[in-house]
């Protein structure tokens, strides 16, 4: 037995405390609070399994970076091998042919408007690496971003969220960032006539409340970018990989950004990986002499591991045709839950894209639930968390409220989910919701608190 198999026999039981001593105690306090204090033993596509052989269905994907199911098999091969190699990575002044192969099949899977890619080792790097790079390339400093948006917590990247709950705090955040209202062109066009804003930075479906764009919404952002200069950014971080039913959500639309950002699935949930993939002048306008070759970078960004399960990653989804299993999964989602909106009054909408689904709950019209009422007057969002706790407990399935304040849930479940999966999902939701309808609700404020911050991102 190897000691690390050792050590986790021997201390694995003390996770929780361990974690509340020497990390973070007022999130096991919450997990506890909400009942969602597990002690993780395994996990395998998209399953995890307790210490006492429970098995969950884990809808929430590790907020949507195990696109290939949990330990891939495939993906952990390519990974031992590239340890054996013992490649000669990150020599720094010096460069290897892994980051080179996996840019080069990026590149050939994205639209023909991107030209290089900047290796990052997270999203909210390579969101920074856009706002930056942004800047430098087109001489401006303003950014835009589309309200509800997510783009990361850095810095930057949290200057252009539009979270309170995230921003309050921390600030003052960064000069020279506004929001417009998502799918309104009208609001972007008179921001973007001005002809001082860097870039655009939008995510193709919003990830706060699984929000699609509206027709047209995201061609009329493209052309209208292209008219008064401005860097259109999309931020695939969530949407790519398959999420939505093709490789990178754009396609739908037939997007052709100067800058897109990725990070999440790229390495099957194994490394830490994220990418810039930027137009050709933006490329040229940064590194634009020897004396900046090294404008941009971070020490880790292109290391061997990441570009290893990436290079396998993108091989895995397309031998195990993932993508178009995310599209035909969804619209089965979609078939089963639509129905959920005429079966009760609670529900308002059950919407997705792929496998990026959601369902939002409202007061209904005229008298109605007055459990709903009572529920979501102590505690915006609560009435979701009412489902999500449940479906949890007493289900075994992992899913998480979109937002802060929001009743909507939402999953961004592995890719390789079954159809038998799905049906899981669709039976629990449906009882789960009549049972929270019905809920004497007074006693379940006690853990309102404590849920607020269960939707964090
Ligand atoms: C659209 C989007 N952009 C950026 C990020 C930040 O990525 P990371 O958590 O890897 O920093 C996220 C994370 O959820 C995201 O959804």
Known sequence: MGWLTELVEERGAEALDLHAQTINPQFVKLLRTIGFDRRWARAQGAHLWDDDGNRYLDLLGGFGMFNVGRNNPRIREALVEALELERPGSVQLGV???????????????????????????????VEAALKLGRAATGRSRVLSAEHGFHGLTLGALSANDGREFTERFGPLLPGFGRVPWNDLEALERELAREDVALFLVEPVQGKGVNLPAPGYLEGAQELCRRFGTLFCVDEVQTGFGRTGRLLALEHWGLEPDLITVAKSLSGGYVPVGAL??????????????????????????????????????????????????????????????????EFEVVQDVRGLGLAWAIEFGEPDGGGSMTYRLVERAQQGLFAQLVVVPLFTKHRILTQVAGHDMAVIRILPPLVLTDADVEEFADALRATIKGAQRMPTLTKFAFSAATAAVSRR
Do not use: Q
Not at 100 to 115: F, K
Not at 308 to 332: D, M
């Open 96 to 126: 290897d042919v892994l980051p080179a192969l996996l840019a080069e099949e990026l590149l050939r899977r994205a639209p023909v408007s991107v030209d290089k890619v900047l290796f990052t080792s997270s999203g909210t790097e390579a």
């Open 277 to 342: 993939l930027m137009a050709r002048r933006v490329h040229e306008e940064v590194f634009d002499s020897m004396p900046h070759a090294m404008s941009h970078g971070s020490t880790f960004a292109p290391n061997e591991l990441a570009m290893a399960a990436g290079l396998a990653t993108l091989h895995e989804l397309r031998e195990r045709r993932l993508v178009e299993e995310s599209a035909r999964l969804g619209e089965r989602l979609l078939e089963l839950t639509l129905p959920l909106v005429d």
